[in-house]
């Protein structure tokens, strides 16, 4: 496959790519032949992350919005399926999915032909909100479903968090007060003392962040669990073990911050603690993994295939995407250092064969279709997570993420016999 051409190899082979029609395909340029070794200028790194943020949100949302991804979108589950209620996937497919692209749709609309495409798309995710609680309709939701329900209501809401402009205050009353229903009914699950625990926080956090009434112990035992957890260097148990996997990425910094966000910005009481402080700290320990991270990613944009949820693909970079979105990237990792760095990590993923069905719907794999990689929990809804790797979409096309120059990230440098920094751990 030719993948100097990123856009082109991304969008090849789906059949929702094909049915989008000329004025509402996102603007292809391929990359330069005199590109930076480090990676693309800024506008076409942009064009190459929209396109992909199309292709993986376009079947979904177009059928959700028709109610018909129940009837389209065709399940595909893990070999060693636990045998739990399939009807999960279409929440953890649609919740998911718009945790990661919810900050691309909120910005502001435009001329471009990019900004065509998230109005139209923008559109699209109003109506399966609606969609998604409405039991009348077919793609009503499995909001009475299985403990699962509980993981993927908090990308749900999680979405509601990062884009409430353009998400929720949007939607009618009817859908508004359903959905607040949906989420409230949700405390009937207890979750496990993993990190599930901040699946149920991040519902509550929504909850204080619309002014309804919520639970401030299931925000401030899963904040007080989690900081219990840290094991240092930036690292965090899932629980009283220690597992060497993504799961820091996936869930655990990620939605600890974001907790913190609101219970500081809406002035929450904490026991013997101070939200500020406990964000603050929580933000430094993200930055410090994700450091981590980045020294994972090859000079190919490879990275080590380690742990559960393996599948979940690029969202194992969730991390670095949410710091470079809120313009928190450290020192250490400039930002035109990250986006070639996150520019190789999906060229190495997405432009191989296999990920997408022939109807544009994902697969279970890590590179390509993998089946026996899933986990005993794991259907092709639960790949949407992926979408997280797609945050920095919602910086403007002007934002200095994409103006700066391309830079080669840690192990570019080191295998060149550059000059690199040495690391070291952190106490905080």
């Known amino acids: 496959m030719e993948r100097r051409n990123f856009i082109q190899a991304v969008m090849a082979g789906s059949a929702a790519g094909a049915t989008l029609g000329a004025q509402s395909a996102v603007a292809a340029t391929p990359a330069p032949a005199s590109a930076s070794p480090a990676g693309a200028d800024g506008?076409?790194?942009?064009?190459?992350?929209?396109?992909?943020?199309?292709?993986?949100?376009?079947?979904?949302?177009?059928?959700?919005?028709?109610?018909?991804?129940?009837?389209?979108?065709?399940?595909?589950?893990?070999?060693?399926?636990?045998?739990?209620d399939k009807g999960v996937a279409y929440l953890e497919c649609f919740g998911r999915l718009i945790a990661g692209v919810a900050p691309w749709l909120a910005l502001a609309d435009d001329g471009t032909p990019e900004g065509r495409t998230r109005k139209r798309l923008h559109q699209l995710a109003l109506q399966s909100y609606a969609n998604s609680v409405d039991p009348a309709n077919p793609d009503y939701l499995l909001w009475k479903g299985p403990g699962q329900t509980l993981?993927?209501?908090?990308?749900?809401?999680?979405?509601?968090?990062r884009a409430p402009k353009a998400l929720w205050e949007p939607l009618d009353a009817k859908t508004k007060q359903r959905i607040i229903a949906e989420i409230k009914s949700l405390r009937r699950i207890e979750p496990p003392y993993i990190n599930w625990m901040l699946f149920a926080a991040m519902n509550e956090a929504w909850l204080m962040s619309i002014g309804e009434e919520f639970d401030p112990l299931r925000m401030n035992v899963a904040i007080r669990k989690i900081n219990e957890w840290y094991v240092g260097d930036g690292w965090i148990k899932d629980g009283d073990a220690f597992h060497f996997d993504y799961y820091n990425a996936f869930v655990m910094h990620p939605m600890l911050v974001e907790i913190l966000d609101v219970l500081d910005q809406k002035k929450g009481a904490f026991w013997n603690g101070k939200p500020e402080?406990?964000?603050?700290?929580?933000?430094?320990?993200?930055?410090?993994?994700?450091?981590?991270?980045?020294r994972f990613i090859s000079t190919d944009g490879s990275f080590p295939p380690i742990g559960r949820s393996l599948t979940y693909r690029t969202a194992a970079f969730q991390p670095l995407a949410l710091l470079a979105l809120r313009k928190q990237l450290p020192a250490s990792l400039p930002e035109g250092q990250i986006r070639a760095a996150l520019q190789a990590v999906h060229k190495a993923v997405w432009t191989a064969p296999g990920n997408f069905t022939r109807d544009g719907y994902l697969t279970i794999g890590f590179v390509g279709h993998q089946p026996e990689l899933g986990d005993w929990y794991s259907n092709n809804g639960s790949m949407y997570i992926a979408s997280a790797s797609l945050l920095p979409l919602g910086l403007p096309e002007s934002d200095s993420y994409w103006t700066s120059a391309p830079q080669d990230w840690t192990q570019k440098k080191a295998f060149a016999g550059a000059r690199f920094p040495k690391d070291y751990p952190v106490n905080y």
């Open 277 to 294: 402080e406990l964000r603050a700290q929580a933000v430094k320990r993200m930055q410090r993994y994700s450091e981590h991270l980045e």
């Open 151 to 161: 993981v993927d209501s908090a990308y749900f809401t999680n979405a509601l968090i």
């Open 43 to 84: 506008k076409t790194a942009r064009a190459q992350l929209a396109a992909l943020a199309q292709k993986m949100t376009e079947p979904v949302l177009a059928n959700m919005a028709a109610g018909t991804l129940k009837k389209n979108f065709a399940l595909e589950v893990s070999p060693t399926w636990d045998g739990r």
